[in-house]
């Protein structure tokens, strides 16, 4: 199976993104990552394993690949790659900005802008409220290029028991925005763990 490429931008919600790799890990699905130095950051200030940790704990797994965000000759930065497509999670107000705007700056802005080209599927997950005219253009732009444009809302009428039954919740519904066939209807299958 083609790699999912999985981007991890400087908003608020690291464990999304942890728990979108993992997912996909678990499923024996290849995974492509980039994380920015703004997530870096953000990762310390929300997540109780530093990130070093947990990349280290995932490189260990033969099916992920992890690419410095400044490694614009990573395979990701060119079409010529397949993928499965690609998950920006969370996606940063500036990132979403860059995608809409086609800015390359760094490796995650320049494979979502594959993604765009080779018009392979792309999910936004945004961190961002309350928004501003701006982003919803930034937003309006992107959907009407076929991106999966997907804030991370709660399911409140599954009732979640916990915070880790919404974050299921919103990566199996990014995961099944993907079309990966493992997680369709994935986003129903946490309200039991929780019982």
Not at 30 to 45: D, F, G, H, K, L
Not at 77 to 104: D, E, F, R, W, Y
Not at 132 to 157: C, D, K, Q, W
């Amino acid at each position: 199976m083609d790699p999912v490429v999985v981007g991890i931008s400087g908003a608020s919600g690291s464990i999304l993104a942890q728990r979108a790799i993992e997912a996909l890990l678990n499923r024996e699905i290849p995974v492509i990552a980039t994380c920015s130095s703004a997530a870096r950051m953000v990762w310390q200030e929300e997540m109780e394993e530093p990130f070093g940790t947990t990349l280290a704990r995932w490189q260990e797994s033969a099916n992920f690949t992890y690419c410095p965000i400044g490694d614009l000759k990573a395979p990701i930065a060119s079409g010529t790659t397949p993928t499965a497509g690609m998950i920006v999670m969370p996606c940063s107000a500036s990132t979403l900005a860059a995608i809409a705007h086609g800015l390359s700056t760094n490796l995650l802005q320049r494979a979502a802008d594959v993604c765009l080209k080779e018009r392979r599927r792309l999910v936004i997950v945004p961190r961002e409220t309350p928004v501003s005219t701006i982003h919803l253009e930034n937003m309006l732009t992107l959907s009407r290029l076929g991106v999966t444009v997907l804030p991370p809302e709660p399911a409140f009428y599954l009732h979640p028991a916990s915070v880790g039954d919404i974050v299921d919740f919103i990566v199996g519904r990014a995961l099944d925005a993907l079309g990966l066939p493992e997680f369709l209807d994935g986003r129903l299958r946490y309200q039991r763990r929780s019982e």
